[in-house]
């Protein structure tokens, strides 16, 4: 009988790491120095002062208590307040392709599989490093991989949605092992100028091996696949080749990653739970018999709440549903995979969930159970 696994994991992150009192501390500074700025468009009513964060705000909002990034200085100076990294070039390996090599290797090592076992790589992020050529490619290339390889993009969707695309050309006959790449370097996406999203995004990479028949200890079989989307503008980036042709005016931070937080939270927290319950449903699998959800890592309190709706209690063990948001920050599409890398002890024959869902919006949930 031909089964489907997640043979092993990997994560990567890099090693700075900013603290919530930090990334206050030198939002703050900004703001002071802007509202002294423009204090007299402030005071004639032509300019909104802006309003000082706090650690409290943070941790309330989201969870978060700090967060892995690759450039920590450049990101709390407050005259520049973003990383600052070098253009993709040909002379060196892209950023997401560095990130996704150390990820794929520890997966390779914990599924026990060579690059000669393998038969494609795909790649899925929410933001793409460059257009062409494909970042799976120079990944595959790097690692000595033969077959095909590609990138995909389904915003915070991504990671699960590659995934759903490995285990399909995998039933097909078309490979037997597909490495998933996942790098999510989301710093450069992040306006830290403003108070909602300053605090959110941290970097890193995960990565899985899919495989039919592992036998490897960490394997995890694929017991159902569960997609949709629905098209929403509450979370948006138009940032594109288009940009530099527009006859029309938007700032880069008008084009970088914005997104209307409190609709996002009331209109996908019930379409997630309802989502689940209903795939938990059609496989007769009742929701006690789930002893983990990997949820995305988009906020704490989203994901207490979708898991609260979907067992009918608010009041359950926290390791129900692991929170490495709490450290790492949200980790754009990487972070339900990122949760199951570091936090997935099951038995032989228990089961969880893996659920990512994001921009568009995008939902992707997966059902496995330890071999």
């Known amino acids: 009988m031909q089964e489907i696994h997640i043979a092993g994991t990997g994560v990567w992150y890099p090693e700075d790491v900013i603290t919530n009192d930090e990334i206050v501390s030198s939002y703050n500074a900004y703001v002071d120095n802007f509202n002294e700025s423009n204090k007299d468009s402030i005071a004639s009513g032509d300019i909104i002062a802006l309003e000082h964060s706090s650690v409290e705000f943070i941790e309330k909002a989201s969870g978060i208590k700090t967060r892995h990034v690759v450039d ?8 520049r307040m973003m990383p600052s990294l070098k253009h993709e070039d040909e002379s060196r390996l892209s950023i997401q392709a560095v990130a996704g090599i150390h990820a794929a290797k520890k997966a390779m090592t914990q599924a026990n599989v060579t690059p000669d076992d393998i038969d494609a790589v795909i790649l899925g992020t929410s933001h793409n490093a460059r257009y062409y050529p494909a970042v799976a490619i120079e990944i595959q290339n790097e690692l000595g991989i033969d077959g095909y390889a590609y990138d995909m993009l389904v915003g915070c969707s991504s990671t699960t949605f590659a995934i759903n695309n490995a285990y399909s050309d995998i039933a097909s006959g078309l490979a037997e092992t597909i490495l998933v790449v996942n790098p999510e370097i989301s710093t450069p996406a992040v306006n830290f100028g403003k108070r909602d999203i300053h605090f959110i995004f941290g970097d890193g990479c995960v990565a899985s091996v899919i495989k ?160």
């Open 212 to 371: 039919k028949n592992s036998s490897s200890e960490k394997s995890f079989k694929i017991l159902d696949r569960k997609l949709m989307t629905q098209f929403s503008n509450n979370i948006r980036s138009d940032w594109s080749y288009l940009a530099r042709t527009a006859s029309d005016y938007k700032t880069a931070e008008d084009l970088i990653f914005n997104q209307n937080g409190g609709s996002v939270f009331k209109e996908v927290c019930p379409l997630v739970a309802k989502f689940i319950s209903t795939q938990l449903e059609k496989n007769n699998i009742k929701v006690e018999d789930i002893s983990k959800f990997w949820l995305h890592q988009a906020n704490a309190r989203m994901i207490n709440l979708i898991v609260s709706k979907i067992i009918g209690s608010d009041d359950f063990d926290t390791n129900l549903a692991p929170l490495p948001i709490e450290s790492f920050g949200n980790l754009a599409s990487a972070g339900s995979m990122f949760a199951f890398n570091l936090n997935n002890d099951l038995k032989s024959g228990e089961k969880g969930i893996i659920c990512s869902f994001g921009a568009g919006y995008s939902v992707c949930s997966i059902i496995v159970e330890k071999v």
């Open 72 to 79: 920590k200085k450049n990101i709390l100076d407050v005259e």
